[in-house]
């Protein structure tokens, strides 16, 4: 009897430490699919609004609002700009230039598109994802793959940035 009251008490000081924690989870999420009839890599990005707003605002000049009427018209520039500086792909052990297609605003996500294009087959893929890690030491990129019918996922951090994948 004293045995179950403790594990219930214990559960629910377990409970109550959670619900009244401050903590936040900072992640991005990264889908990438080969398709081979199109020989393209397509990559989606999802990132939290708030969380893209501080990484943007920490390393440019002027502070930004994104996702509101007062988002700045360059904010594409912008976009490409960072995605560019944080993103590197090499396919096959060969550099890959990536083709940002554009992004969409769903509640409180931006998701990004992208492509990378001329992949006749995939045996290898080296992904590189430094997303927010500058301004959120916490910040976990969960990278998830789908090539030949297999599912493959890595989680990048700012202390693991870099992941090889083979097909």
């Known amino acids: 009897m004293h045995t179950s009251i403790k594990l219930v008490g214990l559960g629910l000081f377990f409970s109550l430490s959670v619900a009244?924690?401050?903590?936040?989870?900072?992640?991005?999420?990264?889908?990438?699919?080969?398709?081979?009839?199109?020989?393209?890599?397509q990559v989606t990005v999802r990132i939290f609004v708030d969380d893209l707003q501080?990484?943007?605002?920490?390393v440019?000049?002027?502070?930004?609002?994104?996702?509101?009427?007062?988002?700045?018209?360059?904010i594409e520039k912008r976009y490409r700009a960072y995605l560019n500086e944080q993103l590197s792909f090499e396919v096959n052990n060969r550099k890959k230039n990536f083709v940002y297609l554009g992004k969409e605003y769903e509640e409180n996500q931006v998701v990004f598109y992208l492509e990378i294009q001329e992949i006749d087959s995939l045996q290898s893929l080296r992904i590189k994802n430094t997303l927010l890690t500058h301004a959120l030491n916490e910040q976990e990129n969960i990278v998830k793959t789908k090539a030949y019918g297999k599912n493959k996922s890595v989680v990048l951090t700012k202390n693991k940035s870099k992941s090889l994948i083979y097909f």
Do not use: C, W
């Not at 009244?20 to 199109?38: A, P, R, T």
């Not at 501080?54 to 920490?58: D, G, Q």
């Open 20 to 41: 009244f924690s401050n903590h936040k989870y900072y992640m991005s999420l990264m889908q990438i699919d080969y398709v081979q009839e199109q020989q393209a890599l």
């Open 54 to 58: 501080t990484a943007l605002n920490a």
């Open 60 to 74: 440019g000049t002027a502070a930004v609002e994104i996702a509101t009427d007062r988002e700045p018209l360059e």
